[in-house]
């Protein structure tokens, strides 16, 4: 579990966690000597992140993907190929994550004055992207998921607010 000391301000610990994410962004910068055609991505996003911090409606998100390019040569590339003349490149991914909704007043505890109910969403995903040109993509993803309790939205709350 990340865990910074407990002495340090609210505001230190977002600072410090903002510069050690930050450090993660450079890696992509680095050259690389030959392409590849597939690639990991995890996305975290928070409104703790914001400045000043603030905690409604949209609260968190995780995700981790995988994307492929599809070979011009596979079958379903020469398929969407016949569908789509000009068609530039096709993508395959799979992804998981994990969403958050509060409301808008997080410590309120009188349900009837709720202007929505806290909310999670975990999920799996997989999609394709077909890109037809420099201007024009097509996306289709089919999603499954929980959505309540069971996708375990109040603990991941928890702990990211006493993490931080």
């Known amino acids: 579990m990340l865990s910074l000391p407990l002495g340090l301000d609210h505001r230190l610990k977002r600072a410090l966690l ?6 993660f962004l450079t890696f992509p910068i ?4 030959r392409l590849y055609n597939q690639e990991f991505q995890l996305s975290i996003d928070n409104d703790a992140f914001l ?3 603030v905690d409604r409606y949209y609260s968190s998100g995780l995700r981790l ?3 492929s390019a599809i070979n011009q040569g596979h079958r379903v590339f020469k398929y969407f190929s016949r569908k789509f003349s000009g068609l530039k490149n096709v993508i395959w991914g799979l992804a998981i994550g994990h969403n958050f909704y509060t409301s808008r007043r997080i410590k309120q505890t009188d349900l009837s004055k709720f202007d ?3 909310a999670g969403w975990v999920y799996a ?3 394709l992207n077909l890109l037809l040109n420099e201007k024009s993509a097509l996306k289709t993803s089919v999603d499954i998921g ?13 702990w990211w607010h006493e993490t931080l």
């Open 18 to 23: 903002l510069l050690i994410f930050s450090g």
């Open 30 to 33: 680095l050259g690389q000597d």
């Open 51 to 53: 400045i000043p911090s």
């Open 65 to 67: 993907q995988r994307r």
């Open 116 to 118: 929505r109910p806290y």
């Open 125 to 127: 995903a997989t999609y």
């Open 146 to 158: 929980v959505v309540g309790p069971a996708s375990g939205g109040a603990t991941m709350q928890k």
